[in-house]
């Protein structure tokens, strides 16, 4: 069975996990910008979590089912609709031949993700990440993203309705975009102290945690730019180094950009730290406008948190 | 030499205290030669000039005792590789490969030729001389696909990046930031100093074959060549 694309809205990509074992060739990982939401959406059709899902970037987008199948919806509310009935994400739903999945603006959060009974798309070099930089990845294995009139194949199967547990939806995800917005509490973001942090003067440390910092328009796959107020960067210059994916740079403004799942592999400006795995999910489902709030955490406590998230993915 | 953890699995391995070249040479020994029963722990390692990244499996948090035991044996193999390079001088990872690269030297492309001209106080054709009497050397690949980290520019050039990077750099630009040459290999946003253009990435199409222009370790030599050989050797979309 078969799932065409009707309109692809904003960005609709085919994502997994990422595509890993090349970075040192400059190929960067790609995978889902929510990894907890894409996880959720296999393993509410029991599927593999390295299973390829469909990332949608805010909505206005809509397909449609060749057969009758299950499908499991996942991450930001973006006003979805089954044969114009509103639908919830964190569940799974059985759609008939020719019904349409449509969605309209973002509600909850930016990135949503849709499952299908063992979705297929072929891999380049261990993945079917979409990355339009590298032109890797996707249906059409040269990085494109989805347009309509494409048709993305899977499995055609029919299971009982699954829903993510009411306590495993993030809270980030139950607040709507404008209550986000008007009411300013800053989304706390932790943050692993590393790279040329030390090299930063006290105050700068002292500013980057004690100040709010809001997602600047300029968001994308590869980083998040943020504004506040300026976080003076150490005055070394430094040699190009690895990048670890949700680092922090700092730039020559002050200003921090965080790096996604398209981030570049090597990079020299100076780096604060790296946000912790969970809290780059958190960070990618913000909007413009948001506020954000730096806290630290240290190695191990982020490694529990991370390894408590993948648990629940585990067997 | 330090290490760190950057995040939850990913280590930082660092040198330091020699020159660039020799910190290079160090680091790409160690990812070419660290303990094997290591590599199915990782899913990626990363070199850059004088650091490594060491990216580790996600399923290594589930066992947090048994990735501080492999990330320790990882780090001490590193120290005792580290401490016998510096006792022992060894010189490590030459490549005998050596890559060409032809430029179009000219003020159409190299748009910042008048800039670095003036900032270092030579004449444009000296900082074209200069250019390609660096001897380069291919010290990181990243940024982009087919990007590579050029050590060698030399210091009568050597200038800083620019303060805000252009929105677009076109294929095949040929730039120089500090002590860092390159070629951009794709149209990206980007800001080094722009020298001139070469053909050579232009019939380079997939993702592949941008890959595996330049081997780490490998020499690089740039060579002037005129606008007539450049318009015959470049397609046609990037001739003038």
Known sequence: ?315 | MKTFWANETSLCVSVSGQTQLEENELIQWIISHYPSDIAPSLNDVIPAYSSALFIFKDTAVLNQQALKRTSQKLTHWIESTAQHHSTAQVSFGHVDKIIEIPVYYSSDFGLDLPHIAHEKGISISEVITAHQRGSYRVYALGFAPGFAYLGGTPNEISVQRQLTPRANVTKGSVAIANNQAAVYPSDTPGGWNLVGRTPLFDHLQSTEELINIYPIGGSVKFTSITLEEYNQQSAPEYQI
């Open chain 1, 1 to 315: 069975m078969s799932l065409n694309v009707i309109k692809a809205g904003i960005s609709c990509s085919v994502q997994d996990l990422g595509r890993f074992g090349n970075q040192h060739k400059g190929i960067t990982t790609g995978g889902a910008m929510d990894e907890y939401a894409h996880r959720w959406a296999n393993k509410l059709l029991g599927n593999n979590p390295s299973t390829p899902t469909i990332e949608l970037l805010y909505g206005l987008a809509s397909f449609q089912f060749t057969a009758t199948t299950s499908f499991a919806l996942t991450g930001a509310d973006l006003n979805a609709q089954l044969n114009g009935t509103p639908i919830k994400p964190w569940r799974s739903y059985k759609a008939s031949k020719g019904d349409t999945l449509s969605f309209g603006a973002a509600r909850c959060g930016l990135y949503a993700y849709i499952a299908m009974p063992s979705l297929h798309c072929p891999t380049q070099l261990n993945s079917a990440a979409t990355v339009t930089r590298d032109r890797l990845g996707g249906l059409n294995t040269n990085g494109t993203v989805l347009q309509a009139g494409d048709t993305i194949q899977a499995a055609q199967a029919v299971s009982r309705g699954t829903q993510t547990p009411t306590s495993l939806i993030p809270a980030y995800l139950q607040q709507t975009n404008s209550e986000r917005l008007s009411k300013q509490q800053p989304q706390t973001i932790e943050f692993i102290p590393g790279y040329q942090n030390a090299d930063f003067s006290e105050q700068a440390r002292s500013t980057f945690t004690s100040k709010n910092y809001e997602v600047a328009n300029e968001i994308s796959r590869m980083g998040y730019m943020l504004n506040g107020e300026a976080i003076t960067p150490p005055a070394i210059e430094y040699p190009s180094e690895p990048i670890a994916l949700g680092s922090i740079q700092i730039t020559n403004s002050g200003q921090p950009i965080v790096l996604m799942r398209d981030k570049q592999t090597v990079g020299g400006y100076p780096k604060i730290g790296c946000i912790s795995r969970l809290s780059l999910g958190k960070l990618a489902q913000c909007p413009p406008g948001a506020q954000v709030r730096f806290s630290e955490i240290s190695t191990d406590e982020a490694r529990t948190k991370l390894g408590a998230m993948l648990s629940i993915f585990e067997g």
